[in-house]
């Protein structure tokens, strides 16, 4: 099979795994997932969402995260980790958005690369959550998964996404990349993949490289 088949069949098995796919990441507002996601680096979602779950009620408005007090917020966002780091550039955020942006979240790669704590993942993911446009999110889960069927040999997120970007067809790409995160928690764990109930095992490198199918 060449990369092409095997990523559209990868795409088909996990909608039938999942077929209603969400962001792991609650929200209500597009600034809101901006916030989620600046908060989740190292952190697990689950967290997150407990966190952010009194923080949006504490802060209703971009602007009451704009203005708020540094040394209170770095409180509120502690049980995250690296809270001095995220609370700082989320206020800077907020108050780039309002500035430059007219509290709007910009809809191209470069201007949300220009806002504070934002890499191409994040900006990605809000392409794709937010405006609906093809969106390739390289996490831990989809670089380990995509490696393991053999549709990359990058571990670097940029070159994944370079890799896959091609091969995953661009309207089923945001989907694909929240299901892959499910897959990555239920199924092909980090260490203990469950390759013998994987509906994968066909198109999987790794398993039948280890297979010696
Ligand atoms: Fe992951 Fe194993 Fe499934 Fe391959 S067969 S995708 S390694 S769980």
């Known amino acids: 099979m060449t990369k092409e088949e095997i990523a559209l069949k990868a795409c088909d098995i996990l909608e039938e795994y999942y077929p209603g796919s969400v962001c792991a990441l609650h929200y209500g507002k597009p600034y809101e997932l901006l916030i989620a996601v600046r908060l989740s680096a190292q952190c697990t979602d689950a967290r997150v969402n407990i966190v952010t779950e009194t923080l949006f009620q504490k802060y209703p408005t971009l602007e009451a995260f704009a203005s708020a007090d540094l040394t209170e917020f770095e409180q509120d966002v502690k049980p995250c980790g690296f809270y001095r780091t995220k609370a700082k550039s989320i206020i800077e955020m907020a108050n780039r ?104 095992q066909t198109i999987c490198r790794y398993y039948n490289a280890s297979s010696g199918t």
């Open 97 to 200: 958005l309002i500035d430059v942006y007219d509290s709007r979240i910009p809809d191209t790669m470069e201007e949300l690369l220009t806002l504070s704590g934002v890499g191409r993942k994040t900006a990605n993911l809000i392409l794709g959550d937010v405006y609906g446009q093809p969106a390739i999110v390289t996490d831990t889960h989809f670089i380990r998964i995509t490696g393991r069927l053999g549709l990359t040999d990058n571990k670097e997120p940029e070159k994944v996404e370079r890799d896959l970007r091609p091969l995953i067809p661009p309207e089923r790409s945001s989907d694909f990349c929240h299901r892959i995160v499910q897959f990555g928690r239920d199924i092909c764990t980090a260490r203990k993949p469950k390759c013998g109930e994987c509906r994968m």
